[in-house]
C-alpha cells in the first residue's frame, strides 16, 4: 500500500498565507447569510443560497467522516479454531430455497432474505421516499464446469426449463423465441469433464427461475402495494442492468415479470466485456494486487494448513488431484460444489470405484465443515484483513461513483428515474458489503440483496411515498441535501457498519453517506482510475 502523501505545514507560512483560509470562510458565510435572507422574494437566490449552505455542511462532514478500516465483529465465523473444531453451520440453511415464516431472516444461502412487505419497517411518516436503488446477486444455479469434480457420479439435467436466446430487430420481421437444448452426442467420442446432462455449467435453475421472480414479487410488494412508490407504469422510471454473465439476464427477466407482470419487450443495460463497473471486470492492478497478498500470507496459509485432513478426504472422494491449484487455493470450489447439489436436494458425492458409487461419502459433517471454512475465508478476504477496505472500494469504486451520482441526479432533478435494480455477483455484493464495513460478515448467498433508499425529511408528517418531481426538487425549501437521509437494508433489514460515520444505517445523513464514499472513491469514482493504477495513493 503506498504511503498518504503529507499534508502542506499550516504553520511557519506568510501571514497572508494563513488568513486567505480565513477569509474566504467569513465570505461564504456571508455569501449564505445574504443569500437566506432573501429566500422569501427571490426564488433564484434562494437557490443558490441553499447550495452553498448544502456545500458548506457537505465540507464539514467530509472533515469528520472517518474513512479507516474497522475491524467486523467477532464471532465463530471469523474464528479459525471454531472453524475447524466447531459443528454444524451457525443454522444456517444450504438444503433449501424456503425458509419458515417464524425464522424469515435467517441465512439462507440457497435463497437469501430480501426485502418483503411482511417485514418491512415503515419509517416515520416526515420520511418521504425519492429514489431506490437495489443490487443483489443472481438465484440459485447449477455448478460451474471449473467447481465441478473430474468424474461426477450422476447427471444433471435441466429440461424444465429454456433459456431463450436470439436477435430480433425492434422494428421489423419477428423471431421465432427460440432457446437452448443441452444435448449429448452418443457420436462424440470426447467426454466433458463434471456433470453430464443437459444443463449449462452454470445456468439458473428452474427453482432459481421461481425464487427470482418471486424476489420480484416481493419488492414490489413494497415499493408499489405497500409504500406506493412505484408507479403503475414503470417505463422511464426503472432500470436493469445486469453483466455480461448470461445468467443475471435469466434472473433479472423472471424478477421483472415477478414485479411487473410483463411480457414485453424490456432493455437490459450491460457494460462493455472487460470494463463492466457491477460484476466489475474493469482493470484494477492495485486491487488485484491487494487481494493476493490477502491470500498468500501466513493468516490465510493456516486456515488451509488446519484444513489439511479435510482437503485429504474430499480429495479422495472427489478424484480431485491434490496438486489441483484451483480446488486448493481455498474452499471456494469444493463449497460451490456441494452447495449445489444440497440446494437442489441432490445427494453428497460418494467416491466411484469401478465406475460405481461406494460407501465412502462426503457426510453432511463434512460439508458443514466446507461450509465453515468457505465463510471464514470470504469474512476473512472482505473484512478481516484491513486491505479489504482500498481492495474494495477501487475494484469496486466504479459502482460506488455511479450510485451516488443517481442520488445526485435525483435530487437535482436531472433523471426521471426512481428506482435501479442491478443484477450481479457474490464477488460485486461482498465488495459493497466490504466498503460499508458490515458488522458481520459471511459469504453473500443466493439471491443476497443490497438496497439503498434516499429519503427527503418533511416538516409536515404524511403517510405518502412519494417519488420526487422537477417542481419539488426547484423549490426553495427543498434544494440542498441538509433534509436528505440514507437508510440502507441489507437481508431486508436494516445494515450495521463497524465504521462509527455509518453505524446503524437507518436514516444516516446524506452529507455523511455522500462525505464517506466520495472520500474513498471521489465525487462519481473521480479517484478510482488513479488509484487503480496507483498513481493516487490508497
Same mark, same amino acid.
Given at each position: 500500500?503506498?504511503?498518504?502523501?503529507?499534508?502542506?505545514?499550516?504553520?511557519?507560512?506568510?501571514?497572508?498565507?494563513?488568513?486567505?483560509?480565513?477569509?474566504?470562510?467569513?465570505?461564504?458565510?456571508?455569501?449564505?447569510?445574504?443569500?437566506?435572507?432573501?429566500?422569501?422574494?427571490?426564488?433564484?437566490?434562494?437557490?443558490?443560497?441553499?447550495?452553498?449552505?448544502?456545500?458548506?455542511?457537505?465540507?464539514?462532514?467530509?472533515?469528520?467522516?472517518?474513512?479507516?478500516?474497522?475491524?467486523?465483529?467477532?464471532?465463530?465465523?471469523?474464528?479459525?479454531?471454531?472453524?475447524?473444531?466447531?459443528?454444524?453451520?451457525?443454522?444456517?440453511?444450504?438444503?433449501?430455497?424456503?425458509?419458515?415464516?417464524?425464522?424469515?431472516?435467517?441465512?439462507?444461502?440457497?435463497?437469501?432474505?430480501?426485502?418483503?412487505?411482511?417485514?418491512?419497517?415503515?419509517?416515520?411518516?416526515?420520511?418521504?421516499?425519492?429514489? $431506490?436503488?437495489?443490487? =443483489?446477486?443472481?438465484?440459485?444455479?447449477?455448478?460451474?464446469?471449473?467447481? !465441478?469434480?473430474?468424474?461426477?457420479?450422476?447427471?444433471?439435467?435441466?429440461?424444465?426449463?429454456?433459456?431463450?436466446?436470439?436477435?430480433?430487430?425492434?422494428?421489423?420481421?419477428?423471431?421465432?423465441?427460440?432457446?437452448?437444448?443441452?444435448?449429448?452426442?452418443?457420436?462424440?467420442?470426447?467426454?466433458?469433464?463434471?456433470?453430464?446432462?443437459?444443463?449449462?455449467?452454470?445456468?439458473?435453475?428452474?427453482?432459481?427461475?421461481?425464487?427470482?421472480?418471486? =424476489?420480484?414479487?416481493?419488492?414490489?410488494?413494497?415499493?408499489?402495494?405497500?409504500?406506493?412508490?412505484?408507479?403503475?407504469?414503470?417505463?422511464?422510471? $426503472?432500470?436493469?442492468?445486469?453483466?455480461?454473465?448470461?445468467?443475471?439476464?435469466?434472473?433479472?427477466?423472471?424478477?421483472?415479470?415477478?414485479?411487473?407482470?410483463?411480457?414485453?419487450?424490456?432493455?437490459?443495460? $450491460?457494460?462493455?466485456?472487460?470494463?463492466?463497473?457491477?460484476?466489475?471486470?474493469?482493470?484494477?492492478?492495485?486491487?488485484?494486487?491487494?487481494?493476493?497478498?490477502?491470500?498468500?500470507?501466513?493468516?490465510?496459509?493456516?486456515?488451509?494448513?488446519?484444513?489439511?485432513?479435510?482437503?485429504?478426504?474430499?480429495?479422495?472422494?472427489?478424484?480431485?488431484?491434490?496438486?489441483?491449484?484451483?480446488?486448493?487455493?481455498?474452499?471456494?470450489?469444493?463449497?460451490?460444489?456441494?452447495?449445489?447439489?444440497?440446494?437442489?436436494?441432490?445427494?453428497?458425492?460418494?467416491?466411484?470405484?469401478?465406475?460405481?458409487? !461406494?460407501?465412502?461419502? $462426503?457426510?453432511?459433517?463434512?460439508?458443514?465443515?466446507?461450509?465453515?471454512?468457505?465463510?471464514?475465508?470470504?469474512?476473512?478476504i472482505y473484512r478481516d484483513d484491513p486491505r479489504s477496505l482500498p481492495a474494495s472500494a477501487t475494484s469496486f469504486g466504479v459502482w460506488i461513483g455511479e450510485l451516488t451520482t443517481h442520488i445526485r441526479d435525483s435530487i437535482a432533478g436531472k433523471s426521471n428515474v426512481i428506482y435501479r435494480h442491478n443484477v450481479a455477483h457474490d464477488g460485486s455484493i461482498s465488495r459493497l458489503l466490504s466498503v460499508l464495513q458490515l458488522d458481520e460478515m459471511a459469504w453473500p448467498g443466493m439471491g443476497s440483496e443490497v438496497i439503498f433508499e434516499l429519503y427527503k425529511k418533511d416538516s409536515t408528517p404524511d403517510t405518502t411515498a412519494t417519488a420526487p418531481s422537477i417542481s419539488a426538487v426547484e423549490s426553495p425549501a427543498s434544494t440542498g441535501i441538509s433534509r436528505y437521509y440514507i437508510r440502507v437494508l441489507w437481508k431486508g433489514q436494516v445494515l450495521?457498519?463497524?465504521?462509527?460515520?455509518?453505524?446503524?444505517?437507518?436514516?444516516?445523513?446524506?452529507?455523511?453517506?455522500?462525505?464517506?464514499?466520495?472520500?474513498?472513491?471521489?465525487?462519481?469514482?473521480?479517484?478510482?482510475?488513479?488509484?487503480?493504477?496507483?498513481?493516487?495513493?490508497?
Open positions: 500500500m503506498d504511503t498518504p502523501r503529507p499534508r502542506p505545514p499550516v504553520c511557519g507560512g506568510s501571514l497572508l498565507t494563513k488568513l486567505i483560509p480565513v477569509l474566504g470562510i467569513l465570505l461564504l458565510y456571508r455569501i449564505i447569510e445574504q443569500g437566506l435572507s432573501a429566500m422569501r422574494s427571490n426564488p433564484r437566490t434562494s437557490f443558490i443560497a441553499a447550495v452553498a449552505a448544502s456545500l458548506t455542511r457537505h465540507g464539514e462532514a467530509a472533515s469528520i467522516v472517518d474513512l479507516s478500516w474497522h475491524a467486523p465483529n467477532a464471532t465463530g465465523i471469523n474464528n479459525l479454531t471454531a472453524v475447524i473444531e466447531g459443528e454444524g453451520v451457525y443454522g444456517f440453511i444450504y438444503n433449501s430455497s424456503n425458509t419458515p415464516a417464524n425464522q424469515y431472516g435467517v441465512y439462507n444461502w440457497c435463497n437469501m432474505p430480501h426485502v418483503r412487505a411482511t417485514e418491512y419497517k415503515k419509517p416515520g411518516s416526515e420520511y418521504k421516499l425519492q429514489y $431506490v436503488e437495489v443490487i =443483489h446477486r443472481h438465484h440459485k444455479r447449477t455448478v460451474y464446469a471449473s467447481n !465441478s469434480f473430474p468424474v461426477e457420479s450422476y447427471g444433471w439435467n435441466c429440461d424444465d426449463e429454456g433459456l431463450f436466446y436470439y436477435g430480433q430487430p425492434k422494428s421489423g420481421k419477428k423471431s421465432a423465441r427460440a432457446y437452448w437444448q443441452g444435448y449429448l452426442s452418443p457420436q462424440n467420442p470426447f467426454i466433458p469433464l463434471g456433470f453430464l446432462g443437459t444443463c449449462q455449467f452454470p445456468q439458473i435453475t428452474a427453482e432459481g427461475l421461481d425464487d427470482s421472480w418471486q =424476489h420480484g414479487r416481493d419488492l414490489y410488494g413494497v415499493y408499489h402495494d405497500l409504500l406506493g412508490f412505484l408507479p403503475d407504469d414503470t417505463h422511464e422510471k $426503472v432500470t436493469f442492468k445486469v453483466t455480461q454473465n448470461v445468467i443475471t439476464s435469466e434472473v433479472a427477466g423472471m424478477v421483472l415479470n415477478g414485479m411487473c407482470g410483463t411480457q414485453e419487450d424490456y432493455p437490459l443495460l $450491460v457494460a462493455p466485456t472487460g470494463y463492466d463497473p457491477l460484476e466489475p471486470t474493469y482493470p484494477c492492478p492495485v486491487s488485484s494486487n491487494l487481494f493476493n497478498a490477502t491470500q498468500s500470507g501466513g493468516n490465510w496459509t493456516d486456515h488451509l494448513t488446519a484444513a489439511s485432513s479435510l482437503y485429504a478426504t474430499l480429495d479422495d472422494i472427489s478424484g480431485v488431484s491434490p496438486t489441483d491449484y484451483g480446488f486448493h487455493m481455498s474452499f471456494d470450489h469444493y463449497y460451490d460444489n456441494l452447495s449445489a447439489r444440497q440446494c437442489h436436494g441432490k445427494p453428497l458425492p460418494c467416491k466411484l470405484v469401478n465406475g460405481a458409487n !461406494s460407501t465412502t461419502c $462426503v457426510t453432511q459433517d463434512i460439508a458443514n465443515e466446507v461450509y465453515r471454512l468457505g465463510n471464514y475465508e470470504y469474512s476473512y450495521r457498519s463497524s465504521n462509527p460515520s455509518l453505524g446503524l444505517m437507518d436514516m444516516v445523513p446524506l452529507e455523511m453517506v455522500l462525505a464517506y464514499f466520495d472520500g474513498l472513491v471521489g465525487v462519481g469514482a473521480a479517484l478510482v482510475q488513479g488509484k487503480c493504477n496507483g498513481s493516487i495513493p490508497v
